[in-house]
């Protein structure tokens, strides 16, 4: 009599993670924390240059004098600061991000399945996904705004020991919440983050998928992982210049009651008002030097490490048996 087939270690879990939609999830955390760690410095230069007004000139020493300036002042700490909350939110963001798109798309615009999508259809898609994403995350990224500028040397916020303990992401949100107004706090500025995640990632989604399949030779499925490289490079680079303007307004409303910091805007078009008439257009795209030069390799991470992972683990999934 034949024995009966030793069971497959772990083949539950591997049937589970090969499904294409929670390996989407799984791969767009890693994308995420892999491609934010790579940039983490860039990305709080970015967000210090948001937050100055005029006559504040702390770090508008040029990109690499401004880092050198956080490597001297804090160091490598100082450096990644705000990094563990930005990788505790961005895992999420980004699962959220990359699997629902990969949801939206089959079950809402695909005309068959299968069908691939008209660069209109990945646009909407794509915003859809990133609205979603954001309002899952977005306590997270407040908290992560103010972990990156509180151990900044403003001298307007009155830091003078830079050395001295900082509240972390916990305890920054309970504060927040108790002296800020509740729910609402954890929510300031969650309009002008819609308005600009949702063109974001639906352009960078939009984009990706086109200037992927330039780069696909002829005859072949994929492109090579250089080729995902400079697709998620180009997609990023394009998608982020376009709507950097409200990544600004997202920063200044996250920081709108932070003392010492000078922004009291009231809504909306009040914050337009006050940026043009007091720091001109080039207040809206301030920090978008390094915001491009950390995009690039940003995006382009995050797309071939999102793809990688997805692939190794749709690729775990067992042969079906053909015995009846």
Do not use: H
Request: proline share 6%; aromatic share 8%; with cysteine.
């Amino acid at each position: 009599m034949d024995k009966p087939p030793k069971p497959i270690p772990f083949a539950g879990v591997k049937r589970t993670v090969s499904q294409p939609v929670i390996a989407s999830f799984m791969a767009g955390g890693i994308a995420g924390a892999v491609s934010r760690t790579v940039v983490s410095p860039l990305e709080r230069l970015k967000i210090l240059l948001q937050v100055q007004t005029t006559g504040v000139s702390e770090y508008k020493l040029g990109i690499w004098k401004a880092l050198q300036k956080i490597w001297r002042e804090e160091g490598m700490k100082g450096m990644m600061a705000g990094n563990g909350t930005n990788c505790i939110r961005i895992v999420p963001y980004s699962a959220v991000q990359f699997g629902s798109y990969n949801i939206y798309k089959p079950l809402i615009f695909e005309s068959t399945p299968g069908a691939n999508l008209s660069p209109g259809r990945r646009l909407l898609c794509g915003a859809l996904a990133g609205i979603t994403s954001v309002t899952i995350t977005y306590p997270l990224d407040i908290v992560r705004t103010r972990l990156s500028i509180q151990s900044a040397s403003f001298e307007r916020l009155g830091v003078k020991n830079i050395e001295s303990k900082l509240p972390g992401m916990w305890q920054t949100m309970k504060t927040m919440y108790a002296t800020e107004g509740g729910i609402l706090a954890l929510y300031r500025g969650i309009i002008p983050t819609v308005a600009g995640v949702a063109p974001y990632v639906g352009l960078n989604f939009m984009i990706y998928e086109s200037v992927r399949a330039y780069f696909t030779p002829d005859g072949a499925q994929n492109p090579s992982s250089i080729g995902k490289l400079c697709a998620g490079a180009i997609s990023g680079g394009v998608a982020q210049t376009c709507t950097y303007p409200l990544d600004v307004l997202r920063r200044r409303f996250q920081i709108n009651t932070m003392s010492g910091m000078g922004y009291q805007y009231k809504s909306i078009a009040d914050a337009l008002r006050t940026i043009f008439a007091q720091e001109g257009v080039r207040g809206l795209y301030k920090g978008i030097a390094p915001n491009l030069l950390k995009v690039a390799p940003s995006m382009a991470s995050s797309w071939l490490s999102f793809e990688m992972t997805r692939d190794f683990l749709v690729g775990l999934k067992e042969p079906e048996d053909d015995d009846a």
